[in-house]
């Protein structure tokens, strides 16, 4: 069994109406299934999955890859929009619920063992050294 990180976050969903919706967040992590990703899972059963760097980037400045936009907003809060081609959906959350769950990924990251190579992967071939004969 690998090392994993699971949390819970609380998160907020934003939208027009004059109060926010409150939302659970599973933020998960595990190195042995894909070490660069991190997943956010919502109670309807739909799961979000992107790059680390991305979540860690954009609590510092506004950032987009594909259908994920990260931004801080103010001192101690983050938004996470989440695109389909039905909408957007807006989640705000604790910045620092967000940064924690982050330095638990990278502290599983570095004790996780390498992972293993496909079963049908090449076998290197090992460089042989010649070895000096004497007379």
Not at 53 to 60: A, F, P
Request: charged share 20%.
């Amino acid at each position: 069994m690998s090392p994993a990180v699971t949390e819970n976050a609380r998160g907020r969903i934003v939208t027009d109406a004059p109060q926010y919706r409150p939302v659970r967040v599973s933020l998960s992590y595990d190195p042995a299934d894909d070490p660069a990703s991190v997943c956010f899972s919502f109670p309807s059963g739909r799961e979000w999955t992107f790059p680390r760097e991305l979540l860690e980037t954009g609590l510092k400045a506004p950032v987009k890859r594909g259908d994920i936009e990260v931004w801080p907003c103010g001192r101690v809060q983050a938004v996470v929009e989440f695109h389909t081609r039905d909408g957007v959906a807006v989640v705000q959350f604790e910045a620092k619920t967000l940064l924690r769950f982050l330095r638990h990924t990278y502290a599983v990251a570095a004790t996780a063992p390498p992972p293993e190579p496909p079963a049908d992967a090449p076998v290197p071939e090992t460089a042989t050294t010649p070895t000096a004969t004497t007379t």
